[in-house]
């Protein structure tokens, strides 16, 4: 007895759709808005024409969007197209081939009527077809005509042949073509999320070294509160950040409590780290006495949501010992054989003021309890949690907690802090976290960025949402220990310009950069005291990046390019630590080029349709002037004809110095990091 094996290939194959993440298990991820790559492999038997469409359905189920693919790589059957879902929820996409008839007569007939070859057999076959496209199009009259004109055999060939290529018969092929033997390749999921879950500048501070004062006579520090803290939020709004995330704010255990510098003996006034939580004040769900109460920090959330922030706060599932949940369940943590709590390592530190939670003694009651502490600061306004290592707890748990709080409450958005490998960071990123701290903070040479840009644009795009941190308090790199002034502008520029997310913490504007001795992370660390900074006066002396910040920051918000992570184009240089990037970004979906494309293949702009593109080059180098001759690619550019003069050149507007000049496929630069290491130049269009 024979069995039929079911097709696994439609009529005309349709394979390796992107972004499809481990066969639709899980969802790819955009933003509402964003322009979301899709590529795919399609082919067919024999030379006939085949066309390729990416297609969007929204949450119900509704077409949306229809778009014309293009050829990527010659020889490859690679096709390229974007999609661009206009709202949040749970889309699908499909990739569909079609037999091209039109098409095909298109290749023979110009190949055959011009040598004579067939010529009335040709013509005739050409006015069969635009008379089934007239047939089916709710507006023939382009098509019918066409059609006419082929069939009259009292005109010339020419003349029959040019009504089938007329502006009103691609216009209407463009947008109802004649398509036989459909083929798609299956819908996968597309999770559209808010605009903060993608796009977004972060700047971090602790509440309590706002406004903290200091008395010399008794060497004390009074902590700062929500009401001193949100005297800031005006200062860091006018940087142009759009969220404000907060290092935990409960109450902090006294238990092996750690000092300045992370000494292990804290003295009577030292504040101990925000990340060792829980007292008999109370735990997760309490704040911490000295920064005020529960009504305070409601009119922190409040004054930032007027000034244009959304409050972020740190979700940090550990425990001092002091903890209401050591007593209370002592099964959510680690016993030794000594019968002791084992607390946190990472060697060779130790972190004997937190004891880590234990997710396999009892997972369900300590997964309800994450999920009420959750609910309560949503309550309380926050909807944006910056998770501390998650890559220590089970992925299935988040998988559960981000999907259980998404249908509850659809636009909260978790952060990954996960500096860890790269299959837990990514294994994160499907489970359901919005984004991630990265590699980003450690890339510092061209090789390294531009490797890194690309992974993190094109490969993991589609489920690994990277936000650029500059720095943290934990982490402060030796390129800014040593670079100076010039590396703190750098590495501003690379975050802010490469990915739709990038972060500041408190201290950065001021080019903050003594170590530890033998660590890579600050001296006099604010994790374990006060910091009283006085930013108006840095910035009134010139002493502050804050003006460099905030213009970053405005270009980000004029430009929409920059709002991408898909369309980043990593360009060659001929100087080893000169890096050129360049973002296109039209005003509706499709066309835009993309690495692999053929020259020439993308689909021509509209008439009249904004274009916008920034070519971003930066010397790496912090400590001298670096030459190279920048190649573009100029397909990548999206340039139109009227954006060229008569030698082929476009005007470039540098968006940090005001600079103009003409650039073409070859162009030379000169960066000097003590005066300005990056050029961000905008490409003025044509009309």
């Not at 661009?84 to 007939?109: C, K, L, M, Q, Y």
């Amino acid at each position: 007895m024979s069995t039929r094996r079911k097709a696994r290939f439609g009529r005309i194959p349709v394979t390796d759709v992107f972004p499809v993440i481990e066969g639709g298990r899980f969802p790819a991820k955009a933003v509402a808005g964003q322009d979301v790559l899709i590529r795919a492999t399609a082919f067919r038997e024999g030379h006939d024409a085949l066309a390729v469409e990416a297609v969007l359905y929204d949450p119900d189920g509704v077409e949306r969007q229809r778009m014309p693919m293009r050829p990527g790589a010659p020889g490859l059957d690679e096709w390229l197209g974007t999609l661009r879902p206009s709202t949040e929820g749970n889309w699908t996409f499909e990739v569909e081939a079609w037999d091209d008839p039109i098409g095909t007569w298109r290749h023979d007939a110009g190949i055959k009527v011009p040598a004579g070859i067939d010529t009335e057999l040709m013509l005739a076959e050409g006015a069969l077809l635009f008379r089934e496209a007239a047939s089916a199009s709710p507006n023939p009259a382009a098509l019918q005509a066409a059609a006419t004109t082929l069939a009259d055999t009292t005109l010339p060939a020419e003349a029959r042949m040019a009504a089938a290529s007329t502006a009103a018969v691609v216009d209407e092929l463009s947008q109802r073509p004649l398509r036989r033997m459909v083929t798609g390749g299956g819908r996968f999921p597309l999770l559209v999320e808010r605009d903060l879950a993608g796009r977004g500048a972060w700047y971090e501070f602790f509440p309590r070294s706002e406004g903290a004062t200091f008395d010399p006579e008794t060497g004390a520090y009074t902590s700062g509160t929500f009401a001193t803290a949100a005297e800031r939020l005006e200062a860091v709004a006018d940087m142009g950040f759009d969220v404000i995330y907060l290092p935990p704010i409960h109450p902090i255990g006294r238990t092996f409590r750690k000092g300045p510098n992370n000494t292990l003996t804290a003295g009577e006034h030292d504040p101990g780290s925000p990340w060792a939580i829980g007292s008999a004040a109370g735990g997760h769900d309490s704040i911490h006495p000295d920064l005020g109460t529960e009504a305070d920090f409601a009119a922190f959330v409040d004054r930032a949501r007027n000034l244009g922030l959304e409050v972020a706060l740190d979700l940090a599932l550990q425990a001092s010992p002091d903890h209401p949940w050591v007593t209370e369940h002592p099964e959510w943590f680690t016993t030794r054989a000594d019968g002791t709590i084992a607390y946190a390592e990472n060697p060779p530190k130790k972190y004997q003021d937190i004891y880590p939670l234990n997710f396999d003694n009892d997972p369900q009651g300590l997964s309800a309890e994450i999920l009420r502490i959750v609910r309560l600061w949503i309550g309380r306004g926050v909807r944006i949690f910056r998770v501390d290592n998650p890559h220590t707890k089970p992925v299935g748990f988040w998988e559960w907690l981000i999907a259980q709080v998404a249908e509850e409450h659809p636009g909260t958005v978790f952060l990954a802090e996960a500096f860890t490998r790269p299959a837990m960071m990514h294994a994160l990123g499907r489970a359901g976290f919005q984004q991630s701290y990265t590699y980003f903070t450690w890339r510092n040479t061209k090789e390294e960025l531009a490797e890194y840009f690309t992974e993190v644009s094109r490969e993991t795009s589609s489920y690994f949402r990277p936000n650029f941190f500059v720095n943290t308090p934990d982490i402060l790199t030796e390129y800014l220990q040593f670079g100076g002034p010039a590396a703190f502008r750098i590495r501003a520029a690379l975050a802010a310009t490469a990915s739709p997310l990038w972060g500041v913490y408190a201290g950065f504007e001021l080019y903050e950069h003594v170590a530890r001795p033998g660590a890579e992370e600050y001296i006099d660390n604010e994790k374990f005291q006060y910091k009283v900074r006085d930013f108006d006066t840095a910035e009134a002396e010139g002493r502050s990046l804050a003006p460099y910040l905030r213009r970053l920051n405005a270009i980000r918000a004029d430009h929409p390019s920059l709002g991408e992570l898909q369309n980043l184009v990593v360009h060659p240089t001929s100087d080893d630590a000169t890096i050129a990037y360049s973002k296109s970004r039209r005003t509706d979906a499709g066309g835009i080029p993309a690495p692999g494309a053929a020259p020439g293949t993308e689909a021509a702009p509209a008439a009249g349709q904004a274009i916008d593109t920034l070519i971003i080059v930066v010397n790496t180098d912090p400590h001298g002037a670096r030459e190279a001759t920048i190649d573009l690619d100029l397909d990548a550019l999206d340039l139109r004809p009227q954006d060229l003069d008569d030698e082929g050149r476009f005007t470039v507007d540098d968006l940090v110095t005001g600079q103009s000049w003409k650039w073409g496929a070859s162009n030379y630069v000169r960066l000097d990091p003590h005066h300005e290491p990056a050029h961000i130049l905008h490409i003025r269009r044509g009309t």
